[in-house]
């Protein structure tokens, strides 16, 4: 059985820096390749990075671009998220989560080609 497990949320200021981490069983990072996910109250969940199978390719939505990182340890199957220079608007519940198919060059930012989900870590920045 396919499993994901977030940790590393918690409540930071504005300009502060958190890392989540995603462990992974059943199913690799480094076969598939893997994607963060952030929803916000009221609003519908949406991309935020994603990596690779083989970790040659990442990619970030707009806003997070050159704050957030999104890295893999392989050898213990476990993916971080680095959020550096937070901003309130970051808060959310983020998730990781794994694609149906492999991720080569092209990574997809669609919840719907995601079809395992972690259970979610809240990320709250205060001003």
């Known amino acids: 059985q396919v499993q994901l497990v977030e940790s590393g949320g918690g409540l930071v200021q504005a300009g502060g820096s958190l890392r989540l981490s995603c462990a992974a069983s059943?199913?690799?990072?480094?076969?598939?390749?893997m994607g963060w996910f952030r929803q916000a109250p009221g609003k519908e969940r949406e991309f935020v990075a994603a990596?690779?199978?083989?970790?040659?390719?990442?990619d970030y939505t707009d806003s997070v671009r050159g704050r957030f990182t999104v890295s893999r340890d392989d050898a213990k199957d476990l993916a971080y998220l680095q959020m550096n220079g937070l901003k309130p608007e970051d808060t959310a519940v983020y998730y990781c989560?794994?694609?149906?198919?492999?991720?080569?060059?092209?990574?997809?930012?669609?919840?719907?080609?995601?079809?395992?989900w972690g259970q979610g870590t809240q990320v709250t920045v205060s001003s």
């Open positions: 990596i690779s199978w083989s970790g040659d390719f990442t």
């Open positions: 059943g199913r690799t990072f480094s076969s598939y390749g």
């Open positions: 989560a794994l694609p149906r198919s492999r991720m080569g060059v092209i990574l997809k930012k669609s919840a719907a080609s995601y079809d395992c």
